[in-house]
């Protein structure tokens, strides 16, 4: 049987994106193949894509972080998953493809009755969220936090679980339609392009704000900590800022660089420690975090599940595109404006 993958043969802009066929993978001793429903996109693809992302893999690779699909042929001594099963899974590449091969350890069950687009938002944006939350800081009813990026698709999983706690929230956006999602969500927009944002959030907080989540990374890190209260938290967790300088093209040259933006964070980590104010800077990674603690992964992946089957959150799904549209996909994303998340639908049924 043949199938669709894209691949990346070198680093750089959409257009390293290639379509092709060939054979289907076969499941090794303890894989399962899955056929892929759902495959996010988000930043971090773009970001390897480029060759700077921290988790950029060896060219020739397959993007995809996440992907929702189905169980469709055991490999040898596989137990513990039954074919024609709905599962979800984070590989962190691979995913744009029609089947994929997985090990039967990295792979969660899912409700059959969730939607594919909607399950897979789940993984990487709101475990990311979550696990800010929860387990960077431990954030409480009341507590006041701005999200900077929020109408994008960790932004407004951020903006749905900060309400289920509780928060006061502000968050930054770039468009109308986005200070729209922002306040639907139960937040203070702010345009980041025509306000002052720390001036803004210490005009409407008086003192400061107790967390700060920062994707932007770079010098923004700094700028970020100045709207916080005493003994308040910025938790970063990108280095989108440098890319965006640049149109969301790195200028390649083909190269794989994934220290990008990471000894400019360190040096702010450890300034947020020596300055007065225990205003403290924490790094957030999930691919860190699933190495060093795989049960938390887990553990918060299905709490997040049972909420979306409880329809406590519902994922914004900014468009649906085919496989072999993923270069469109990836230029969209980088475009900006984007409310939600993106998702690639490889096999849609
Ligand atoms: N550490 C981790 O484990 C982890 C996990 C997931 C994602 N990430 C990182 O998180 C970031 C966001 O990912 P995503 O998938 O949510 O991306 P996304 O959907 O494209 O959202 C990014 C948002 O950033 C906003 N933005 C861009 N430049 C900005 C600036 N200077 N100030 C304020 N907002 C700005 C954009 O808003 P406008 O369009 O309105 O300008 C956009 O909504 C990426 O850097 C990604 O690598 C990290």
Redesign the pocket.
Known sequence: MRHTRIIVNHYGGPEVLRVVEEECPEPKDGEVRVKVLAAGV???DI?AREGI?PETPQVPYTPGWDLVGVVEQLGNGVHSVELGQKIVAMPIYGAYAEFVCLPEDEIIPLHSDLDAAEAVSIV??YI?AYQMLYRSVHVQSGERALI??A?????TALLQLGRLAGLMMYG????SQ?ASAISELGATAID?KKQDVIAEVLRLTTDGVDYVFD??GGA?LWQSRKALRRGGKVVG?????TL?AKGLDSGNTGHRNRLHGVPIFALYLIGGWLLPGHKRIVP????TLKRLKPEWFRQDLITLLDMLHQRKIKPLIAQRFPLAEAKQAHEL?AK???IGKIVLVPNEI
């Open positions: 988000g930043m971090p970001m992302h990487l944006n990311t900077h990026g109408s994008g698709g960790v932004g930054t956006c770039s468009t986005g980041y994707p932007i923004h967790y990108g280095t989108t800022t965006r957030y990674s999930i691919q994303l900006g404006g984007v």
